[in-house]
């Protein structure tokens, strides 16, 4: 059986994870317990959809509790550091020059991903592309159509 890969996190991205996980187990297992009460009140449990909902929504919230507690216990919090940081890490915000376009990117692990916010993943192609960088560095990346030029501008922790 193999390990289990570590999850690296930013302190704030554990600390999402966790309050979540806590927003769960306490707030939300209340209110699908009400749902449930609710609905086994009305008796007949073989044709009653809020019983059959709040069965489902207790599966979706056990299951979410289960996954994250799986990533909290392979969590490796990735350090943030004080100062400027001398190359491209996870959790280093990255200033890049695309084609004259200024562009900031956050390296982060995959579940805190979110390409809308500037979260790239580092097992991303750009993530991958850019980890190890110091300012000054171009980095090519290449896809079907053409290859995309940047250039490493800045790096601050996150």
Known sequence: MSEKKPVFL???GKKKLQDELNHLKTV???QIAE?????ISEGDLRE??????ARRAMWHNNSRISELEDILARA???ASGNGVPTAVTLGVKVALDAAGKRMDITIVGSHEADMFKGRISD?????????GRKVGDVVELKNTKATQVYKVLNLEYA
């Open 48 to 53: 009653n959809a809020g019983y059959d909902e």
């Open 76 to 78: 490796v919090e990735v």
């Open 10 to 12: 930013t302190a704030e």
């Open 123 to 131: 097992e991303s192609p750009m993530g991958r592309a850019l980890l």
């Open 35 to 39: 749902e449930m009460g609710r609905a």
């Open 28 to 30: 939300k297992i209340e």
